[in-house]
C-alpha cells in the first residue's frame, strides 16, 4: 500500500493517505479502549518518539532488550494508521498505543476508559522547523515548498494532522475529563531527562530503582536513540523515507527554530499564537517551553479532579 501521493481528509483534517485510510480512521475513532493501556498523544515532531522509548523503558523497569530488538512502530503502534490493528493482535504484555489524533475525533472513544493518557507538547516554532524538515525527506507528505510557505500553512492549520493549536488546546482545555492524564513537555524532557523518567514512572506506577532509572536515561539519549535503528526509522524503505535528504533523529534541540524564523516570521507568529492561544485554559507563553522546567499538570482519579499544578508529582 503506497499511496504516497494520496491524502485521507477526516473532520476535515489531511492525513497521509500512505498509512491511513477512512476504515482505519473510523476504527480508531470508534476503538474499543481498556483500562490497562497507555495512550501517547502529540502533534507531529512534538517528542513522540522520545516518549515511546521512555514509557517502553518504564514499563520494562530498565531493560532495553526490546526496545534494542522491535522497531517502535511495533511497540507502540499507530491507533489511526492502517496495520494498527494487525500490529495490536500480536502483542504482549500491557497496550501502549500512539495517536497524533486530536481530541474531538477521539475523546467519544476514550471518556468511559480508565486508559492512562500522556500528552507531550512542544514549542510550536521547534515543531514547524522540525515538521518542515520531515516533510522534505518524507515522501508521503507533500512537498513544504519554501519554509515562509510551509510557515503559512502551519499558522493557517492546513498541514496534514491539522491546526497545533487546536490540537493542543482541544487535550488540554479537556484533561479534567480524563481520569489518568499526564502532561509534559519536550522541554522539561531535554533539560531534565531523569526526573522525565521519574514522573511518568510515578504516573504509570511503575517505580524503577536508581540504577534502573539510570540505564533508562542513557538508552533514551538523543545519542542513543539516534543510533539505535529500531528508533531511527532507517528501517523504513528510501522511497518513503529518503533519509539522503535529512535524518529522522535530526537535531533534539530547544530552540532550533532561531536558526530558521526571520524577525518578521517570529512576529507574525507570535501575534497568531496570542490570538488562537486567547481562549485556551492553559494559556502557555512561547518563552515557557524554553525555561526552567514547571511542574508537570497530571490528573489522577477520582474524575471529577480538577486540572492542578503539583510539585509532587
Request: aromatic content about 14%; charged content about 20%.
Amino acid at each position: 500500500m503506497a499511496r504516497l501521493d494520496v491524502a485521507e481528509t477526516f473532520y476535515n483534517i489531511k492525513f497521509p493517505g500512505h498509512m491511513h485510510t477512512q476504515d482505519s480512521l473510523n476504527y480508531a475513532a470508534n476503538f474499543k479502549f481498556q483500562d490497562t493501556d497507555t495512550v501517547i498523544v502529540t502533534y507531529p515532531k512534538s517528542g513522540t518518539t522520545w516518549m515511546q522509548e521512555i514509557i517502553i523503558m518504564v514499563l520494562n523497569k530498565g531493560d532495553p532488550t526490546i526496545a534494542c530488538s522491535q522497531p517502535n512502530w511495533l511497540r507502540a503502534p499507530w491507533l489511526e494508521q492502517y496495520f494498527f490493528c494487525q500490529l495490536l493482535q500480536a502483542s504482549t504484555g500491557p497496550r501502549i498505543i500512539t495517536t497524533h489524533l486530536p481530541y474531538h475525533i477521539l475523546a467519544p472513544a476514550l471518556r468511559d476508559s480508565k486508559a492512562k493518557v500522556v500528552y507531550v507538547a512542544r514549542n510550536p516554532k521547534d515543531v514547524a522547523v522540525s515538521y518542515y524538515h520531515f516533510h522534505k525527506m518524507a515522501n508521503f507528505l507533500p512537498d513544504p515548498g519554501t519554509f515562509s510557505e510551509f510557515l503559512s500553512d502551519f499558522l493557517e492549520g492546513t498541514v496534514h494532522y491539522g491546526s497545533w493549536f487546536d490540537h493542543v488546546k482541544g487535550w488540554t482545555d479537556h484533561a479534567q475529563n480524563f481520569q489518568k492524564f499526564l502532561y509534559i513537555t519536550y522541554e522539561e524532557m531535554c533539560q531534565d531527562l531523569y526526573g522525565s523518567l521519574e514522573k511518568v514512572s510515578r504516573f504509570l506506577q511503575c517505580t524503577l530503582t536508581e540504577e534502573e532509572l539510570k540505564i533508562s536515561q542513557k538508552h533514551c539519549s538523543f545519542n542513543s536513540m539516534e543510533e539505535n535503528i529500531m528508533v531511527n526509522y532507517t528501517l523504513i524503505p528510501q522511497e518513503i523515507m529518503d533519509h539522503s535528504k535529512g535524518k529522522f533523529m535530526r537535531k533534539g534541540k530547544i530552540g532550533d527554530w532561531k536558526n530558521m524564523f526571520t524577525e518578521e516570521q517570529s512576529d507574525v507568529f507570535d501575534a497568531v499564537y496570542s490570538a488562537q492561544m486567547a481562549d485556551s485554559s492553559q494559556l502557555f507563553k512561547l518563552e515557557y517551553f524554553e525555561s526552567t522546567p514547571k511542574p508537570m499538570i497530571t490528573i489522577s482519579t477520582p474524575a471529577s479532579s480538577s486540572l492542578r499544578n503539583d510539585s509532587t508529582q
